[in-house]
């Protein structure tokens, strides 16, 4: 498995290296376009050409990041559809270790370019306006660090995290089930039908779930925390907004804590295990090359 993520490595970093400098250039060009525009306190208008410029770099920007999703869900689609996947599926590794590998592939490099762009800017702010802008963000991690919002913010990252992980594999299942289902015919974006189809009942069947298990999970302390528990903590207001119609198998959060249902969370994670195995199993049984 090593040796093949070395070779998905060494497949890959061309295009994500082009990408990630292409977004940092994005970025720089607008910081400094917008540091000649700034005098003093007083911020004068961008030229007609200034504003396209503005626009086109702010494009360059999200384009980077919409790429990157493209193209790693494409890089795995290769494998099925094209030539390549000659070499992949006869490799003396199992289905498990092929997905797992680009699973990781693929989170290393959006984790890559989302560390790269915030780390960028953190230096770059601070180079073009001083200190003081920089005392301001240190002040705002020191109020997260004194107020206790540690685990809020780690609970959210870890969810962000899993929700990221399901949802690729989602797409992953739905690629290697539209290549089994129409065979080598190249027919679009079928694998989309099945994603959005399949993705829409695993939020309902969630949601369903969770309406059974009335119970939730703090992910910041994991203490468990009943519904009528649950409605008093976020108070009279914010009970009446989520009601019945409010939906648990939704992550909640505020300013103290991120819940789950528990019969949601037990529910996706199973769905997710459930979705790597059959993803594995069809790459490795089921393709035909």
Do not use: C
């Amino acid at each position: 498995m090593l040796k093949y993520m070395k070779y998905e490595l060494k497949g890959t970093y061309r295009f994500m290296l082009a990408i990630i400098l292409a977004a940092l250039f994005a970025t720089s060009s607008l910081q400094l376009y917008g540091k000649n525009l700034t005098n003093g306190n007083n911020l004068s208008e961008p030229s007609v050409f200034g504003g396209i410029f503005i626009g086109l770099m702010i494009f360059v920007v999200f384009g980077a990041f919409i790429a990157t999703i493209f193209y790693l869900i494409g890089n795995f689609r290769k494998d099925l559809y094209e030539d390549r996947g000659y070499l992949t599926f006869t490799l003396p590794i199992s289905g498990s270790q092929i997905l797992g590998a680009k699973t990781i592939i693929a989170l290393m490099w959006a984790a890559l370019l989302v560390f790269s762009f915030i780390t960028y800017n953190f230096i770059l702010v601070g180079v073009l306006y001083g200190e003081d802008v920089i005392n301001v963000i240190v002040e705002g991690l020191r109020f997260i660090a004194n107020n206790n919002l540690n685990g809020v913010i780690i609970a959210g990252f870890l969810v962000a995290i899993f929700s990221v992980i399901t949802i690729l594999l989602l797409i992953y299942f739905s690629i290697a089930l539209s290549r089994v289902s129409i065979g080598n015919k190249k027919i679009g974006g079928v694998w989309v039908v099945i994603f959005s189809i399949l993705n829409s009942l695993i939020a309902y069947f969630s949601i369903r779930i969770g309406d059974l298990i009335p119970y939730y999970i703090d992910l910041t302390n994991f203490s468990i925390i009943s519904e009528s528990d649950f409605m008093r903590y976020f108070g009279y207001i914010e009970s009446q907004v989520m009601g019945h119609g409010y939906n648990p198998g939704m992550v909640v959060s505020s300013s103290e804590m991120i819940a789950f249902n528990i019969g949601s969370l037990i529910f996706n994670v199973l769905t997710t295990v459930g979705i790597f195995l059959g993803t594995s199993y069809i790459i490795e049984k089921k393709v035909d090359l």
